[in-house]
């Protein structure tokens, strides 16, 4: 039988941590040990979070950010590291999405989703790498999507900023694997999260979304935050540059 992961002693920053996805890596680090920097805009909900990890016996601290702001990225890079004084693990989680047809977006929305999906894991990298170097043990973890491999209508600004997620994910890998620090990705499909609720409270957009899931369900956040734990382990020290797709089958079809 394989032991749980352990991650005593190490410091993880998870943005978007304050519901979905980003909730559910959060809890799962935790449990498993790890010393949580908890980012995310909204404030109330990042204490939810940490108070719900404090109730289980782990250690959580908020840090209100929007990782789009160079600036208030820099300030909370300075929190952290004044807190903790180093940091081992980050889950660039934090994300959005505008469904609709291209000739509909206005150039901010644009730059809204590539600003949040893909330069805002750039600025927690640029600020965050300096502080994991040296130590022999770095875990990225970018949530890219299948949408950094497939596509949908209505999804151009979203399928760009992943794809391009999953590149930065591959060149980083590359830049920091002979410092112990590994670079991977998690590409989710369809998943029960509030991102996903427009699909998932429409009987007809749910119905047609389930026809093409081969195993015919939506995933749980639990099963993302599982593959997470583990590609932020000692185990996964071997495992870097690649992506790694949950998606109940989307993409095999």
Not at 40 to 61: C, F, P, S, Y
Not at 213 to 234: F, H, Q, T
Request: aromatic share 6%.
């Amino acid at each position: 039988m394989m032991e749980k992961p352990k991650l005593n002693g190490r410091v993880a920053v998870v943005t978007g941590a304050s519901r979905g996805l980003g909730r559910a890596i959060a809890l799962a680090l935790a449990q498993a040990g790890a010393q949580l920097a908890l980012l995310a805009r909204n404030e109330k909900r990042l204490e939810t979070v940490a108070a719900e990890i404090r109730e289980h016996g782990g250690a959580a601290d908020p840090f209100p950010c929007d990782v789009t702001e160079e600036a208030q990225v820099k300030t909370t890079r300075e929190r952290v590291i004044g807190r903790y004084g180093r940091v081992h693990i980050l889950v660039n989680n934090a994300g959005i999405n505008l469904r609709k047809p291209v000739t509909d977006f206005t150039l901010a929305e644009w730059r809204a989703v590539l600003d949040a999906n893909l330069t805002g894991a750039f600025l927690m990298c640029r600020e965050f790498v300096p502080y994991m170097r040296g130590q022999g043990y770095g875990r990225i973890l970018n949530l890219t999507s299948i949408m950094s491999h497939v596509a949908l209508p209505g999804r151009t600004a979203y399928a760009a900023s992943k794809a391009g997620l999953l590149g930065f994910t591959k060149a980083l890998a590359l830049e920091l694997a002979r410092e112990g620090i590994t670079v991977n990705g998690i590409s989710p499909g369809p998943i029960a999260t509030e991102m996903n609720r427009p699909i998932l409270d429409s009987e007809q957009l749910n119905r047609q979304f389930l026809q093409r899931i081969p195993v015919n369900r939506w995933g749980k956040e639990a099963e993302v935050a599982a593959m997470a734990l583990y590609l932020c382990s000692p185990e996964a020290g071997y495992v870097t540059g690649t992506d790694f797709v949950i998606d109940g089958g989307w993409t095999a079809q």
